[in-house]
């Protein structure tokens, strides 16, 4: 079953959409101070910010996605029958029903190859190198070029933005700045010291970027650093669960298999909804839309206050926008296609005449309150109401009805 039947097209928002695929940007992190090419993908402590974020987010998600749709939206009255007009409050939306059953779509091949597994694997590499202490260079001072495991805490205006952390750092990069190489070239194993520094452009904190700073730092070890798996380096990024090479090479591959599987899921549901969207006569009132769109904005604001956080941080290093703009400008188009699958839903609901029985009604709330980790059905119906649970639920069944009807074409046929 795929996320979009799961959770239903109308339920979704803009964080389920486009920032659930961003979400993977978040926390990449690796050798710091190599070239300026690689610096982008491999700095100290990128991410580590944004994957706190992340983080919350994840846990979050599927709660915040039913708040934000129980009581942000007003989705009004569902009224009409084919031709559905006037359906929220205040505004003039209609829809005339394209044919919604045995929409033809192309599936994409689910394939994942020996080359996959290994470009996986080289591109993980990358991001979290496999390195080992080399203890023979604990009485000799660090070098030029050699790669150090340092624990430092960054401070700017007298504000400690990382505390403790730890990474990999080429001496001589000049990542955080001569000074600071300056001072790391000839220290020994255990020895501290610390720094001024300007904070770097793509240090991942975009609040600080070019801002000076204090770096305080004791070096850890000497570093071998590998550009092939060993297995202690497969247990050591997988907590464990993998302890040989073999093992991580199977867990790849079975994520791999995983997103391509989910990469074709979401390839048949987008191919479905546009084919069902091209196909009906809509007229949208540009208020509607607009009110979808402040309302959007507002959330994530408030998101963003929730996650103690601010709207720059949320937007840049959790989900991967280029700027606060770049968001509102994708929130502005994405509202229109949240207006547009609510009235086409609302629509097929009433053609369908769907209704929600009692059965139906308590394995849905079961596998609700298992996403958003409840186990008390009167504090989730609390929380969110039976009849905004019903709505989704509707949703849901029209997904379904999209989806079971949907066929696939081979080559150009059916």
Same mark, same amino acid.
């Given at each position: ?26 926390? *990449? ?6 070239? *300026? ?14 994957? $706190? ?63 996959? $597994? ?29 790669? $150090? ?8 205006? /007298? ?44 240090? /991942? ?9 204090? $770096? ?23 907590? /464990? ?16 298999? *995983? ?18 969207? =091209?196909?009906?006569? &809509? ?11 402040? %309302? ?55 053609? %369908? ?8 009604? *308590?394995?849905?709330?079961? %596998? ?7 186990? =008390? ?5 609390? &929380? ?31």
């Amino acid at each position: 079953m795929s996320d979009k039947r799961k959770t239903g097209s109308r339920n979704k928002t803009a964080k389920n959409g486009k920032n659930a695929d961003m979400d993977k940007k978040a926390g *990449k992190n690796g050798t710091a101070g190599q070239t *300026k090419k690689n610096k982008k993908n491999k700095t100290v402590n990128k991410a580590m910010a944004a994957a $706190v974020i992340a983080a919350a987010a994840v846990v979050l998600f599927f709660v915040s996605a039913l708040i934000y749709n129980a009581f942000v939206k007003d989705k009004g009255d569902k009224s009409g029958g084919i031709t559905l007009g006037g359906n929220e409050k205040g505004f003039n939306n209609s829809v005339v029903l394209g044919e919604y059953r045995g929409i033809k779509y192309s599936p994409l091949e689910v394939e994942v190859t020996d080359s996959d $597994v290994d470009a996986y694997i080289s591109e993980q590499l990358k991001k979290e190198p496999n390195w080992e202490i080399d203890y023979s260079r604990d009485k000799t001072p660090v070098a030029v070029s050699d790669k $150090v495991q340092i624990k430092y805490t960054l401070e700017v205006n /007298g504000i400690t933005y990382d505390s403790d952390k730890t990474e990999i750092y080429e001496c001589g990069s000049n990542y955080f700045g001569e000074s600071f190489d300056t001072a790391l070239a000839g220290m020994l194993v255990g020895e501290s010291s610390e720094a001024e520094i300007t904070v770097p452009e793509d240090y /991942g904190r975009s609040s600080i970027k070019g801002a000076d700073g204090k $770096v305080s730092f004791s070096i850890i070890g000497v570093v071998n650093v590998y550009d092939y798996l060993t297995d202690g380096y497969c247990a050591r990024i997988t907590d /464990g669960n993998s302890k040989t090479v073999e093992d991580y090479r199977n867990y790849c591959r079975a994520q791999l298999e *995983k997103n391509a599987q989910n990469a074709a899921d979401e390839h048949k549901w987008n191919s479905i909804w546009e084919t069902l969207r =091209d196909s009906c006569e &809509l007229t949208i009132d540009e208020k509607s839309v607009e009110r979808e769109y402040q %309302e959007m904005i507002e959330y994530y604001q408030s998101y963003a206050s929730y996650l103690n956080t601010t709207m720059e941080a949320l937007v840049t290093e959790a989900y991967g926008y280029g700027t606060v703009q770049d968001f509102y400008d994708y929130c502005r188009e994405y509202s229109r296609t949240v207006v547009e699958e609510r009235i086409i839903y609302d629509a097929i609901i009433k053609k %369908e005449n769907i209704t929600v029985d009692d059965e139906t009604y *308590k394995r849905k709330l079961a %596998e609700y309150m298992e996403e958003a980790g409840y186990t =008390d059905v009167s504090d989730f119906e609390a &929380l969110l109401g039976k009849e905004k649970i019903t709505e989704m639920i509707e949703s849901d069944m029209v997904s379904e009805i999209l989806i079971d009807s949907a066929v696939a074409e081979q080559n150009g046929s059916s």
